[in-house]
Structure formats: C-alpha cells, structure tokens
C-alpha cells in the first residue's frame, strides 16, 4: 500500500516534467501544443485570406462589401455591415465568457467554470445561428453558389434601358443611372427562374448588359466562412464536453487549475481571432 | 487566486469586453463613412480607410492574443516560437498580391491585343475613292 501511494506521487510529479526532465517554456505538453496546433492553424487561414486578396487584385471590379451584406432579418434591406457587427459582437462577448470560465478554473470554482462556459457555448451557438441566417439570405433570396455570382459591379458611368423587370423603360420614365465602382445584384425571374440581366448605356455610348461577378468571390465566401464557421462549431462541441467534464468534477480531481478548460480556451479565443481577419478582408476592405 | 485577484481579473475582462466593442463599431464605422453612408456625398480615400481599418484589426488581435491568452504572461521563447513565423506572412502578402496585380495586367494588355485584332477585321475600307471598286484584303 505505502509503495504504492509513493509510486503515485511520483507520477503526479512527473506529470509537470517532459522527458528531458523539464518542462520548455514552463508550460504543459498540452498548452504547448495547443499552441503550436494554432501556429499551423493560422498558416492555414492566411493562405486562404491572402488568395481572396490575390485574386481580388486580380480583377477589375469586385463587388462592395457595403452593398453584399446589407440585409438584416425582419426584411431589412438597406442596413450595411450592421448584421456582420452584431455577429462580432456576438463572437466578443463568448470570447469574454470564455475568459471567465478560464479565471475560476484557477480559482479552483468549479460552479464557475460550468456556468461561464456554458454562456460561451450559448455564444457560440448565437453566432452559428446568425451565419445560417446570412448563408440563407445569400443562398435562398439573392442566389449566390459557390458557382454563380449574381453581384457585379459597373466599370463606367451610364444609365439602365431596362427597368428592374428587364423591360425597355418607357419614354415618360427617367431611367435609373449608376456610377463607376456600383455594385448591383443581378436577380431572377420568380416565374421563369431565368437571370434577369438589364441592358444598359455607358456615358461613352457603348451598350452593354449587367455581367455576372468574379466566381471567387461566391466561392471564397463559403469558403471560408464556411471553414471559420466550422471551426466554431468544432469548437462549440468540444466546450460542450468539456463542461461535461468539468460538472462532473473530473477535472476538480487533477488540481491543476481546469488546465483543460484553459485549453479549449486558447482555441475558442483563436476562432475569434480569426474572425478579426475574415471581418477585416471580406466585410471591411 | 484570492478575492482582490479575482476583482481585479473581472475588471480587466470587462475593460476587454469594453475595449474589442468600441474599435469593432470603429472600423464599421470608418467604412460606413468612408463609403458615403453617412453623409451623402463625404468619402475618405482608400489610402486613409484601409491602414485605420488594418491598423485597428491588427491592436485587436495584438489585445486578444496578450490578454485572453495570456501571452503577455508566458516565457519570451513561447512568444518567439509563435509569434516570429507569423512574420513569414508579410512576405506572403507582398508577393501574392503582387502577383494578383500582375494577372491583372496581363489580362488587360489580352484584351487590348484582342481588341485590335477585332478592329483590323472589322472596320471596312474606307470608300476613298468613288467609282472605283474598292477591294477588301487588296492591300499593296
């Protein structure tokens, strides 16, 4: 019995060290690699960031972010950038959440821990909810794909010859014009399903018709918020766990401070880190 | 962690909350502005917006990676082993967009190219003199 109640002890010890008998950094195996997980992370999110750059430079036009995301729920349409704002905020404040549930780890409360994590997850959960609402509007009302970019944007000045039913405007009408750098959403006809592309004149006289945007922008997109959002929800189901664990009071047992939870902490604050640069390079620049 | 630690965290928390939601309705409010939504007819120039808006995102990350994960507080080799590959990206960023800029002038000077080619064919001889037939592709 007494041996091995020393062996254990021993164990416990050597739990702190690496088998170099230190620990590098004076932090765990478990932080350590968590931040090297996030390290590689990064890489991954700047190459695809940096190819939406490279391929927005690529192109004449691109469509305004500020015309994109303008839709609010309820049928708003006129509001840019704010439903993107509340989602950020929405991602801040679980990132907050989170950093409390990291406090009363070290302070041992394990009633804390549950509680603040689970306004985490509910945070988390909020902003998935809000990136369904966004991918629904793009999908279902405005018909982007991965494929298909309805928004496009107008190279020069001039005026439409169709009305936004694709009709030639009538004489008494005056006709809607645009300016150079305007994004327009190309729709489509409810009945027959089929894109309706007005015909329009520059202030040079050339007649043209609204073409479709870059591809990559669509593809892009999804792209990428798809894989931000997924890391969300990766994120979301390991808090769940994790609070699981930490109620049940396994995590109570090992008295290193809920080094766990600090785990999953650094991870969660890395999603919103991420988010300041898909908000920056997609709804801001 | 005693009771003093803890208040003093629960204020450096808020203080984050705080912080991270007024530069966030900053920027969107740079680029509402900066677009003209604000006041009809006042635009900033790109070169004013994007370094405000790249420069704030940036102290956001700096604030999120200091602070919420506790960077501030862990060993200078950690900060270096993590934070030092980061600097790989820059160049990554100048020479892709570089690259970008360049598709796109190659593309331009295609269009170009492919536009005189249409025009050589297009354009019908000018009837220079009357009378006379005037022979396409007859050219000396």
């Given at each position: 019995m007494d041996s091995v109640a020393v062996h254990s002890n021993v164990a416990e010890n050597d739990q702190d060290m690496w088998e170099g008998g230190k620990t590098p950094f004076k932090a765990s195996y478990g932080k350590l690699m968590m931040w090297y997980f996030l390290v590689s992370d990064a890489f991954t999110f700047a190459g695809f960031l940096i190819a939406y750059g490279t391929l927005k430079f690529s192109v004449p036009t691109w469509p305004l972010p500020d015309f994109v995301f303008s839709s609010l729920p309820?049928?708003?349409?006129?509001?840019?950038?704010i439903f993107v704002t509340i989602m950020t905020f929405v991602l801040i404040a679980s990132s907050v959440t989170m950093v409390r549930a990291v406090q009363e780890g070290h302070r041992e409360n394990k009633n804390g821990v549950v509680f603040w994590m689970g306004m985490t997850i509910l945070g988390g959960a909020a902003f998935l909810g809000c990136q369904a609402w966004e991918w629904t509007t793009l999908?279902?009302?405005?018909?982007?794909t991965v494929t298909t970019n309805p928004f496009g944007s107008h190279v020069i000045d001039g005026v439409y010859l169709d009305d936004p039913h694709g009709h030639p405007y009538e004489a008494s009408i005056q006709p809607e014009s645009f300016h150079a750098g305007e994004t327009y959403l190309i729709h489509k006809?409810?009945?027959?399903?089929?894109?309706?592309?007005r015909r329009y004149q520059t202030s040079e006289g050339q007649v043209g018709v609204q073409e479709f945007g870059p591809k990559a922008f669509g593809a892009l997109f999804f792209f990428i918020t798809g894989f931000h959002g997924f890391h969300v929800f990766s994120g979301v189901l390991f808090l769940l766990i994790i609070m699981v664990n930490a109620a049940s009071g396994i995590y109570a047992a090992r008295k290193n401070g809920y080094e766990m939870v600090e785990k999953i902490g650094l991870y969660w604050h890395f999603v919103d880190l991420v988010w300041v640069f898909v908000f920056l390079a997609y709804y801001l620049l | 962690m005693g009771n003093n630690d803890i208040n003093h965290a629960k204020k450096v928390v808020f203080k984050g909350l705080i912080l991270l939601a007024i530069i966030t309705v900053l920027e969107v409010f740079i680029a509402l502005f900066g677009n003209g939504h604000l006041i009809e007819g006042v635009r900033l120039a790109k070169w004013i917006m994007y370094p405000m808006m790249i420069g704030l995102s940036l102290y956001k990350a700096y604030f999120i990676i200091y602070e919420f994960m506790h960077m501030k507080y862990e060993m200078q080799g950690l900060r270096f082993t993590v934070l030092?590959?980061?600097?790989?990206l820059v160049w990554a960023v100048i020479a892709f967009f570089n690259e970008g800029n360049n598709w796109k002038h190659n593309r331009q000077v295609i269009q170009q190219k492919n536009q005189i080619g249409i025009e050589h064919i297009a354009t019908p001889p000018?009837?220079?003199?009357?009378?006379e037939e005037v022979h396409p592709g007859n050219e000396h």
């Open positions: 309820g049928g708003i349409t006129h509001a840019p950038l999908i279902g009302g405005e018909n982007m006809d409810h009945e027959t399903d089929k894109w309706i592309q | 030092l590959p980061m600097l790989l000018a009837p220079a003199n009357h009378g």
